[in-house]
């Protein structure tokens, strides 16, 4: 399956099964950007092709979902890199920066996995090494309303999912080598993920609830509004 068919079947049955509101999108920079969502149901996915007008996206999946019927051909037709999530995938990473070095757009989950609680959890260093060592800017996205249980239980209702989806500034992120690179690291990852929650209700923040990051950017948020 080619990846404009693939788009073409997402957004045909999105439509049917969802209404998406969109906010913030148009701030997406144009040529190399990582976008860094929260993870809450095995729809996200579908949601970020369903709203991303763009063929050049990097995706990582679930290695467990490679021989998926629906999952593993979504896969494929993205061309997507395979990942174990239990271990460090050295050889994912590699394969990941490889491919973003020839420019694009990459998408991943910091958190690693669906969170079965609905709210935030803590975010793994791989996304602020994938960031730092492309150079590409981040964008946080945060996603509501595509938990699990709610898609499944709304469509046995035969009633539409209501999913937002909201995007946050873009910005950089340095890491500084030599001693401190962990914990610059742990920072990095915070940040990220406190942009992503600064964005979500706040149920959904779940490890990030009362961060002092994510308290001074609500300030400032409000202080904005």
């Given at each position: 399956?080619?990846?404009?068919?693939?788009?073409?079947?997402?957004?045909?049955?999105?439509?049917?099964?969802?209404?998406?509101?969109?906010?913030?999108?148009?701030?997406?920079?144009?040529?190399?950007?990582?976008?860094?969502?929260?993870?809450?149901?095995?729809?996200?996915?579908?949601?970020?092709?369903?709203?991303?007008?763009?063929e050049d996206i990097i995706m990582a999946v679930a290695e467990k979902y490679k021989d998926h019927p629906i999952f593993g051909a979504i896969g494929r037709a993205a061309n997507a890199i395979w990942l174990n999530r239990f271990e460090a995938d050295f050889a994912a990473l590699r394969e990941i920066l490889a491919r973003m070095q020839k420019g694009g757009l990459m998408v991943i989950a910091p958190e690693g996995t669906r969170s079965k609680t609905a709210s935030m959890q803590e975010g793994k260093l791989g996304v602020a090494f994938l960031a730092s060592k492309s150079g590409y800017p981040v964008m946080p996205v945060a996603l509501t309303g595509t938990e699990d249980s709610g898609v499944v239980a709304n469509l046995k209702r035969l009633r539409r999912s209501?999913?937002?989806?909201?995007?946050?500034?873009?910005?950089?992120?340095?890491?500084?080598?030599?001693?401190?690179?962990?914990?610059?690291?742990?920072?990095?990852?915070?940040?990220?993920?406190?942009?992503?929650?600064?964005?979500?209700?706040?149920?959904?923040?779940g490890f990030y609830s009362g961060h002092p990051r994510l308290n001074e950017l609500l300030q400032n948020k409000n202080a904005k509004q």
């Open positions: 399956m080619k990846f404009k068919t693939l788009r073409s079947i997402v957004r045909f049955v999105m439509n049917i099964i969802a209404d998406v509101e969109v906010v913030g999108l148009e701030k997406l920079p144009q040529g190399n950007v990582l976008i860094a969502a929260n993870h809450l149901g095995r729809l996200d996915t579908a949601v970020l092709l369903y709203i991303l007008d763009r209501k999913i937002k989806v909201v995007a946050g500034d873009a910005f950089q992120i340095e890491i500084p080598k030599g001693s401190g690179r962990e914990q610059a690291m742990r920072e990095a990852t915070d940040e990220i993920m406190c942009r992503i929650a600064v964005e979500l209700p706040e149920s959904y923040r």
